[in-house]
């Protein structure tokens, strides 16, 4: 395929000198395989383009190409010139090669020769079988149409250092040892772009050997003449060493192919280039726009967004809705079934306990036996008792009471007559205005069993003689302050005193937290917060 191109490269160049060189760098553009080009600066192309193809028929020497929106820099067009060492048998035909190409721009390239460092090469190669001597060569014939600058100096050829053994040296610096005769001539189709230029650099030998190609359709070369060709040995390793300074292009027209373009606006642009690449402020340039198709337009995904989002939007209100109403349903059925157990509980169950306090209280005043008095006495006050654990159930169950000014109302109740029985002062300090604000069932029941828990235990276990409890709401945080001036904590081995871990337990429940700590004035004081909503 490399071989093709080149000769296609050939003909292009070849006609374009038969015709004349066009006043001006051109662009044609082919899209897939058309043959009819698309001229003009800016062009518009299918979307569903596979391929485009530019021609471009330069004016210059040598350009430089890229296409802006998907090349980041420039794209060099660069092609190879060579130094062959090539081994000839003893009738002087060739039998084997090493060649050594010269490929864009040297390292030390500065515009010119005479400006230029040379970079240094060595290479090691082996002596073919019936090989009996060897010739240099140094062409521009790579492809026909290689344009630029090739310079070689200091050619050596040396057997290969091998143990103590000198090494044996073949050609120094372009010359044979001993020899003061020029072993060098010009050959190629257009010899006279071969030169030798003198040389002020160290081991620059004879001179400085020049190939300035600017023929797009001809080559020129340096070589040894053949009477009086270098002897080698057969199977021995040689040591090659040169300096070379280069910079090569490739002239004519061409043709770079970009493959399936996204959509988008692109350049292309072509930059003239003297001989040895610098930019002659010519060219030419070609504006590409790929279109999107219209599945990938703006306005064709906004319309199908807005459409789907409206059909999104109404799906998803109706099963919200949906979910809602269930919610809803479900949970009204949850408050009317509590709503007839603490009915069913405060009319069965309350007016039987009533029935036997009742009872209990005629037996206990008409019993004259002192134990059977006790006894009776005993069976009123847990029915009394039973009584109101009954009322304080069926006022947690009743989902009329899901207020937190039901909860504190309750509270304060509660308390108080907690007090109230064990004779032991009571001080609350709520809040004068309470907003009515709604509580879940969760909340209300834990919050409730805490403050009933801790005052129970304050009154079981601290010797108190005052229980205070503060109520506050802020923002959305209530909270329940209790404190006593009883002993405070006491612990008994392998025991948790007080069920403070049921109390943490409750506030964690609700996304709260209880803190227990000692009270200033001793005693016990118990915090407890935690969010309404």
């Not at 662009?27 to 192309?45: C, R, T, W, Y």
């Not at 010739?135 to 057997?159: E, K, L, N, Q, R």
């Not at 609350?428 to 805490?450: K, Q, T, W």
């Amino acid at each position: 395929m490399k071989l093709l191109s080149h000769i296609l490269a050939s003909l292009m160049g070849s006609l374009l000198v038969a015709h004349g060189a066009p006043e001006a760098t051109s662009i044609k553009l082919f899209v897939d395989h058309s043959a009819q080009p698309l001229d003009g600066s800016e062009v518009k192309v299918p979307h569903d383009s596979s391929s485009l193809r530019f021609l471009v028929t330069p004016r210059s020497l040598r350009v430089r190409y890229k296409l802006e929106g998907l090349d980041s820099d420039w794209r060099p067009r660069t092609d190879e010139m060579f130094l062959i060492f090539r081994f000839l048998n003893k009738n002087g035909d060739p039998i084997s090669q090493e060649a050594f190409s010269a490929n864009g721009s040297s390292p030390g390239w500065k515009g010119s020769v005479e400006k230029s460092e040379f970079t240094s090469r060595r290479e090691i190669v082996q002596v073919p079988a019936d090989a009996e001597s060897i010739t240099v060569v140094m062409s521009s014939a790579g492809p026909a149409t290689t344009v630029g600058i090739f310079a070689i100096s200091g050619i050596t050829i040396s057997s290969a250092p091998k143990g103590g053994e000198t090494p044996v040296t073949y050609l120094k610096d372009g010359r044979l040892p001993g020899v003061d005769a020029f072993i060098w001539s010009k050959s190629g189709t257009h010899p006279s772009m071969a030169s030798l230029l003198p040389s002020d650099k160290e081991d620059a030998g004879v001179g400085v050997f020049v190939i300035k190609d600017d023929d797009i359709k001809a080559h020129a070369d340096w070589v040894t003449t053949l009477k009086t060709l270098p002897k080698v040995v057969p199977g021995e390793s040689l040591e090659l060493q040169w300096k070379e300074a280069y910079c090569t292009g490739v002239g004519g027209p061409f043709s770079p192919t970009y493959e399936r373009l996204p959509a988008g606006n692109y350049r292309f642009v072509v930059e003239d280039l003297s001989i040895i690449g610098e930019p002659l402020n010519t060219g030419a340039m070609m504006t590409v726009k790929v279109p999107l198709p219209f599945w990938k337009n703006f306005w064709f995904w906004s319309a199908c967004a807005a459409l789907i989002a409206g059909f999104s939007t109404l799906y998803g209100r109706h099963l919200i809705r949906k979910r809602i109403n269930r919610h809803l349903r479900h949970a009204q059925l949850i408050a009317d079934e509590r709503l007839r157990i603490a009915r069913d509980l405060h009319d069965d169950l309350g007016t039987r306990l009533s029935h036997i306090s009742l009872l209990g209280a005629y037996a206990e005043s008409n019993v004259e036996d002192e134990e059977a008095r006790a006894a009776v006495g005993q069976i009123t006050t847990m029915s009394r008792e039973l009584i109101t654990a009954l009322s304080e159930t069926v006022w947690m169950l009743n989902p009329k009471n899901n207020q937190l000014e039901a909860l504190v109302d309750f509270l304060c109740r509660l308390v108080s007559e907690l007090c109230r029985l064990a004779e032991i002062r009571c001080r609350i300090d709520a809040m004068s205005a309470i907003p009515n604000v709604p509580i879940s069932h969760e909340f209300r029941h834990n919050v409730s069993l805490a403050v009933k828990e801790i005052v129970n235990n304050a009154l079981k276990h601290s010797f108190a003689t005052e229980i205070r409890m503060s109520v506050q709401l802020e923002n959305t945080q209530l909270k329940i302050v209790i404190t006593d001036n009883g002993v405070g904590i006491t612990r008994e081995p392998n025991k948790t005193s007080l069920g403070l871990e049921n109390l943490t337990q409750r506030m964690s429940s609700i996304r709260g937290k209880c803190t227990i700590g000692q009270h200033e004035n001793e005693g016990l004081k118990i915090a407890l917060e935690a969010p309404i909503a």
